[in-house]
């Protein structure tokens, strides 16, 4: 749309509506993210757009295709990570408890915090590698679609390179600083 002038893209970050009437389900989804003032920023309509039917839906034939890792799982992904991150603070807190009340009268040598390292050592252990081996599998693309990706020539064209390799990709410095 940018790229026909239906849709203005700022240095600034806002977007501004030109021509109202989208063509597919996908400009109209844009189109209502932007709002009934025609005109918003960037980083609002991500969000509003991201969450929109349209997109939803060609997630879904996406992952139906085997090309995107589908929401619940990426959903799934996070609230373990989350999960595991949690309970490496309880770990921390549950040792720094036990010097605190063996520090109070108990005379065990200090081995209270011995007995938590193992279970730092493992949960930390497991956050690192769903860090390293998981987290870059479940943003959106599969396994299948990242190799899609990459065998993407570069030369087909700029909105190719942006859905490709993102903003950065773009030659013209106001798009990719709208985009940014």
């Known amino acids: 749309m940018a790229g026909e002038r239906r849709l203005l893209l700022a240095h600034t970050g806002w977007a501004t509506v030109v021509d ?3 063509r597919d389900d996908l400009e109209r989804s844009l189109i209502a993210s932007i709002g009934p003032a025609g005109q918003s920023p960037v980083a609002a309509i991500r969000v509003a757009h991201a969450a929109a039917g349209a997109i939803r839906a060609l997630g879904e034939r996406l992952a139906g295709d085997g090309l995107a890792v589908p929401a619940a799982a990426r959903e799934s992904v996070t609230a373990g990570i989350r999960q ?12 720094g408890a036990a010097m605190v009340l063996s520090a109070g009268g108990q005379t065990d040598g200090g081995r209270a915090p011995a007995w938590f390292t193992l279970p730092l050592l493992l949960t930390t252990g497991c956050w690192i590698i769903a860090r390293v081996e998981v987290h870059p599998y479940t943003r959106w693309a599969s396994p299948a679609g990242q190799d899609a990706l990459r065998a993407v020539p570069d030369g087909p064209g700029p909105l ?9 990709a773009l030659r013209d410095p106001a798009q990719r600083a709208a985009l940014s």
């Open 160 to 168: 190719v390179a942006l859905a490709v390799r993102g903003p950065g």
């Open 84 to 95: 595991v991150r949690g309970a490496i603070v309880l770990n921390l807190l549950m040792a």
């Open 20 to 22: 109202a009437e989208g």
